[in-house]
């Protein structure tokens, strides 16, 4: 164990794991608090790097992040593999984002056209150009488009990659359970414990449940497509992501709640939207039920950058539902702040005090 560390870092997730690497290859002395590293939320996620689908409507500073950090990820992705000797299951084959009926074609044709506003590349097809991609799509779709940068890793590769990259790096991982930053004793302390940080260190960041689904195709064979599909069926939004493995990830709930129990009523909404999409579902294994919490915040983006009154507390948190596309440019920013003492442009509209005064608003 180090004497006393340059860096802590209170979260063992992807974004800790990455800006515990970064730091500890700038030559800082690194700690990772975590009493059970990599079974958070990512343990959960799809893995999905979608910048382009994952656009809404009045995210605009969001979508800006999701897009500078989803360039990052080919690089990135390399790097990792090359740094830990393991493959972190990157894919660029793209999304594609489909409509079963007209009512859902309508409602996604609506959000097509503002991302299309923000120069976002999405290409809409003809139920054939799509049937052609991917012939495993039910018949009866009334038409999509295609985000082509939109990638995927998995998250059950990515964070024992970037666990070995940053011991390998220098780190040290402190199997423990932080209650209070005041028990940490290092010259930086970055908070990127998800849901905790709300008890650590005061955040406006509550647990947001996702109920998801794994899939595994009959026979020991690759799934029957090849890109990630989003789809809305009958109102429901369901994503599908195919692995080299075989499992399809199906998701995924989004509820206010803090429970991690799967229930019958999510399984079934989420199946009977996914097999209305990709009818030779119905004939996969279903594998894993499994709910997790996201780290949500007021307006959906995360918290990034020294906490207001607490000298050497820097948060790394808040993520929500897109902590593993957000990975790559959340370490460089976090690490390039702790190491260079200089704020990129990119942080500020992510500042924790933009909340207010924890006092008026976080509680």
């Known amino acids: 164990m180090l004497s006393r560390p340059d860096v802590a870092v209170i979260g063992a997730g992807p974004v800790g794991l ?23 939320a990512s343990h959960v996620a799809a893995g999905m790097l979608a910048p382009v689908a994952e656009a ?21 992705a390399a790097e990792l593999t090359e740094a830990a000797g393991a493959d972190v299951g990157h894919r660029t084959e793209g999304t594609l984002v489909v409509g079963l009926t007209g ?4 409602e996604a044709r609506r959000l097509w056209a503002y991302q299309q506003r923000l120069g976002l590349p999405v290409t809409p097809l003809r139920p054939s ?43 040290v991982v402190v199997p423990g359970l932080v209650t209070r930053l005041s028990d940490v004793d290092a010259g ?46 009958d109102g429901e939004r369901v994503y599908l992501v195919p692995r080299d493995s075989g499992e399809v990830v199906v998701g995924a709930t989004e509820e206010e709640r803090s429970d991690t129990t799967v229930v019958a009523g999510a399984v079934l909404r989420l199946l009977r939207a996914a097999v209305d999409l990709v009818p030779e579902l119905a004939e996969y294994d279903l594998v894993e039920t499994l709910a997790g919490l996201r780290p949500g915040t007021p307006d959906n983006a995360p918290i990034l950058g020294p906490l207001p009154g607490r000298p050497g507390v820097i ?48 509680n």
């Open 188 to 233: 930086t302390v970055v908070v990127a414990a998800g849901c905790g940080a709300a008890a650590l260190a005061g955040l406006p960041v509550r647990p947001v449940k996702g109920q998801v689904l794994r899939l595994r195709a009959p026979g020991g064979g690759g799934p029957g497509f090849r890109h990630v599909i989003r789809g809305y069926a």
């Open 56 to 76: 809404y409507f009045g995210e605009r500073e969001l979508t800006g992040l999701l897009t500078a950090s989803a360039a990052r990820w080919p690089a990135f």
């Open 129 to 171: 150009q799509l049937r052609d991609r991917e012939p495993a799509l039910a018949p009866r779709l009334r038409g999509g488009a295609l985000a082509a940068t939109d990638h995927q890793v998995d998250p059950r590769r990515l964070v024992p990659a970037l666990r070995t990259a940053a011991e390998r790096a220098g780190a």
């Open 18 to 40: 990455a800006i515990a690497w970064r730091c500890a290859a700038r030559g800082l002395r690194v700690a990772v608090h975590d009493p059970a590293p990599g079974s958070g």
């Open 103 to 106: 009512d859902d074609l309508a």
């Open 315 to 362: 948060a790394a948190t808040g993520h929500h539902r897109h902590g593993i596309v957000l990975t790559p440019v959340t370490a460089d920013l976090v690490a390039g702040l702790i190491v260079d003492g200089v704020a990129d442009p990119l942080l500020a509209p992510f500042r924790p005090d933009r909340f207010g005064t924890e006092e008026n608003t976080w």
